[in-house]
């Protein structure tokens, strides 16, 4: 039996120790929930991840958009998270038939763990996919960019309670950042904003993404799928994101902080005057 309820806690407290310079005391702390949460598709289970117990239908329409369950968000019919008797995470996704019927001939069912990319990829086809490559999208002047990443600090409120989450933004260069959200995996950080995006009517020509992780090939994939043009990630990237954004189109930066940045793939987009 399913029940609409309250969404979950995002943190709770614990009694823990804390060793400093030789010195023990016992102190409340904070630290981050990660739960279970099932992706069902009108009615077919797909995918179980653990994630962060907020956000939930934004989750479940990223993923189904970056993950090309679906080609536009038109084809997303419905969405609900729900909680069951025994306390599992749910969220119905409905789907038209015909991408239901493509969905049903991958015959993926996956496990999804916390920083898991490949999870449940039974060929490579299915797992690294080469999304059309995207061409025009933003200009990005570094000032922008690196205030982005300054508010971006202060706006990641499960991290500041707990300090072991990932969080992704949204940011349009004229006005900053847009939205934001947090999980304790990083892919599911991203798809909660491509997800928050979307059901805000958004576009994602018109803005950038940030993200608090490593660039990894997945990060990229996602980005580029929903059209993304330009991802720029607080840690390094990898080899294979880098070619990937290279044969995309998408400009990558990696150390993205407050006052540097290095571009790794189509630097044309940024637009690098001094910030002093």
């Not at 928050?196 to 009517?201: C, D, K, L």
């Not at 991802?231 to 994101?241: E, H, M, N, R, Y």
Request: with cysteine; hydrophobic share 40%; proline share 4%.
């Amino acid at each position: 039996m399913l029940e609409r309820s309250s969404t979950p806690a995002t943190s709770c407290e614990v009694t823990v120790h804390r060793w400093r310079d030789g010195d023990v005391e016992r102190v409340a702390d904070h630290v981050a929930e990660e739960l279970p949460v099932a992706l069902v598709f009108n009615g077919v289970p797909h995918v179980v991840m653990l994630a962060t117990p907020a956000n939930l239908e934004d989750l479940a329409v990223g993923f189904t958009l970056s993950e090309n369950i679906v080609d536009s968000p038109k084809e997303i019919v419905s969405v609900e998270a729900s909680t069951r008797d025994d306390g599992t995470l749910e969220v119905r996704i409905g789907i038209t038939a015909s991408k239901l019927s493509e969905l049903l001939r991958r015959q993926r069912n996956m496990t999804g763990r916390t920083g898991c990319g490949l999870c449940g990829a039974q060929t490579v086809e299915d797992a690294i996919r080469q999304p059309a490559p995207v061409q025009g999208g933003v200009k990005v002047d570094a000032r922008s960019l690196h205030d982005a990443l300054r508010d971006l600090r202060d706006r990641q409120e499960i991290n500041l309670r707990t300090g072991s989450v990932h969080a992704a933004a949204w940011v349009l260069p004229e006005s900053g950042i847009k939205l934001v959200r947090e999980d304790v995996g990083r892919h599911n950080a991203l798809d909660k904003v491509i997800g928050a995006v979307i059901r805000a009517g958004g576009d994602f020509s018109y803005g950038y993404f940030v993200v608090t992780s490593r660039a990894s090939y997945e990060m990229v994939q996602k980005a580029v799928t929903v059209g993304g043009t330009l991802l720029a990630a607080v840690s390094a990237p990898t080899a294979f994101a880098i070619r990937m954004a290279e044969a995309a189109g998408l400009t990558l930066i990696g150390f993205a902080r407050e006052h540097q940045h290095v571009v790794y793939a189509h630097p044309s987009r940024l637009l690098c005057t001094s910030t002093t």
